[in-house]
């Protein structure tokens, strides 16, 4: 019998839970505009233009580190797991670094092939890899009784995890944690709001070249850790 949620199972298993997650940004964004520049002055002068061109943050992010605040600004016109089309945006890590890696991967892939002047080509990015940390009410969709509705997590009609995560952000849900569908198995979170994250002072940061093809995608960083995910399995 197929198993549908209930949002009574939110009183029973919400509770408040912290954990360390690893994250992926494209770190091209000095890059591409000082192509455009001939000077530091006209460097920071157009990236406060470019900064107020940005929609506003909301208000509860607007105390948090760019890349903890950064995700909530902006909106998608491609849905997720846990976002409608258009919604509002989500903060997505892993809880380890080759997870984080794969689920980065597999969203910058989709990208490249949706863009025709881009899927024949082969694509370099230079991403940071980094450290946060998310406290707050939490469900873990792979414990009791939402493990019993597995089928509606993972398969890709996202119908059941959208309505369950809008009717737990109505019941003061911050994040969720599960499981990745992608061949890593590990174990993802999706942060809600910016008040569940921080930074550490001295917060872990790597620097990983990335290399994108329709076949395959490369990630190394330098000579400590390297990564390949070949992509015919993954779903545009």
Not at 25 to 39: G, P
Not at 138 to 164: G, K, Q
Request: some cysteine.
């Amino acid at each position: 019998m197929k198993i549908v949620w209930q949002p009574r199972w939110f009183p029973l298993s919400m509770a408040q839970r912290a954990a360390t997650l690893w994250r992926g940004v494209e770190a091209q964004h000095l890059l591409a505009t000082m192509r455009l520049v001939d000077n530091l002055d006209e460097q920071q002068l157009l990236e406060s233009l470019l900064e107020t061109s940005k929609p506003n943050l909301p208000s509860a992010g607007r105390d948090k580190h760019y890349l903890l605040s950064a995700p909530f600004r902006y909106s998608s016109s491609h849905a997720s797991r846990f976002r409608r089309q258009s919604a509002p945006g989500i903060w997505l890590g892993a809880e380890d670094l080759h997870t984080a890696c794969s689920e980065t991967a597999v969203w910058r892939w989709r990208f490249m092939m949706d863009s025709d002047g881009l899927k024949e080509q082969a694509l370099h990015v230079q991403m940071t890899f980094f450290q946060a940390n998310v406290t707050g009410k939490s469900i873990d969709l792979t414990t009791h009784p939402w493990s019993s509705a597995e089928e509606l997590w993972t398969n890709r009609n996202y119908a059941s995890s959208h309505a369950m995560a809008e009717e737990g952000r109505q019941q003061g849900l911050q994040w969720i944690r599960y499981r990745s569908t992608l061949g890593t198995k590990g174990m993802c979170a999706a942060v809600f709001t910016p008040q569940a994250l921080s930074l550490r002072s001295n917060f872990v940061q790597q620097t990983w070249a990335c290399k994108f093809t329709a076949n395959h995608v490369f990630m190394q960083q330098g000579h400590n850790a390297a990564y390949q995910f070949d992509t015919q399995h993954w779903v545009r």
